[in-house]
T-cell receptor, first 110, second 112 residues
Framework: EAAVTQSPRSKVAVTGGKVTLSCHQT?????MYWYRQDTGHGLRLIHY???????EKGDIPDGYKASRPSQENFSLILELASLSQTAVYFC?????????FGPGTRLTVL | SQWGEENLQALSIQEGEDVTMNCSYK?????VQWYRQKSGKGPAQLIL?????REKRSGRLRATLDTSSQSSSLSITGTLATDTAVYFC????????????FGLGTRVSVFP
């Protein structure tokens, strides 16, 4: 069974609209992360969390908010989606040094 | 960027050949992880190497880490078509709690 799941797997949004990407993990890990991946590039960290009800900024947090309502769930929120936020978004949970990634959400902003 | 490489590298090889990919990094680290990402999937860790190991093997994989030159390599021997993927090196941002910094990756295409 997949331990990190993401929903939706694909989404088309309009510029200026609100988008919420969801992540659920059954690993019982405390740490969770949101990364974005642009075509032909590596992953860049947006936000992370090490405990429920607390989030931290990563390297590229501008334009994104995060929410961690429980240990299992971690959401990424785009309040005003922009064209530049078109990308694939990955959620991950961490045990020791290893991160376990979800399958990704492909977001297209038009 | 923590990593010296500026562009995604691409390698095309035939099944059975060996392949080596390299990463160089700017910020001192004692641990490098290598991840593999297959098409349409999230990355998955392949191997973690620490500076006191210098070389680490796992099946057909071999990783090296040279902290003096701030570089790491990943070799795959006897490649299979199923090794087709993008391979990333990664290091901790400040500590592992704060997430990873990924290199741009090497796209490896293995043809039967």
């Amino acid at each position: 069974e997949a331990a990190v799941t993401q929903s939706p797997r694909s989404k088309v949004a309009v510029t200026g609209g609100k988008v919420t990407l969801s992540c659920h993990q059954t690993n019982n890990h405390d740490y969770m992360y949101w990364y974005r991946q642009d075509t032909g590039h590596g992953l860049r960290l947006i936000h992370y969390s090490y405990v429920a009800d607390s989030t931290e900024k990563g390297d590229i947090p501008d334009g994104y908010k995060a929410s961690r309502p429980s240990q299992e769930n971690f959401s990424l929120i785009l309040e005003l989606a922009s064209l530049s936020q078109t990308a694939v978004y990955f959620c991950a949970s961490k045990q020791y040094a290893e991160q376990f990634f979800g399958p990704g959400t492909r977001l297209t902003v038009l | 960027s923590q990593w010296g490489e500026e562009n995604l590298q691409a390698l095309s090889i035939q099944e059975g050949e060996d392949v080596t990919m390299n990463c160089s990094y700017k910020t001192y680290t004692t641990v490098v992880q290598w991840y593999r990402q297959k098409s349409g999937k999230g990355p998955a860790q392949l191997i973690l190497i620490r500076s006191n190991e210098r070389e680490k093997r796992s099946g057909r994989l071999r990783a090296t880490l040279d902290t003096s030159s701030q570089s790491s390599s990943l070799s795959i021997t006897g490649t299979l078509a199923t090794d087709t993927a993008v391979y990333f090196c990664a290091t901790a941002r400040n500590n592992y709690a704060q997430g990873l910094t990924f290199g741009l990756g090497t796209r490896v295409s293995v043809f039967p």
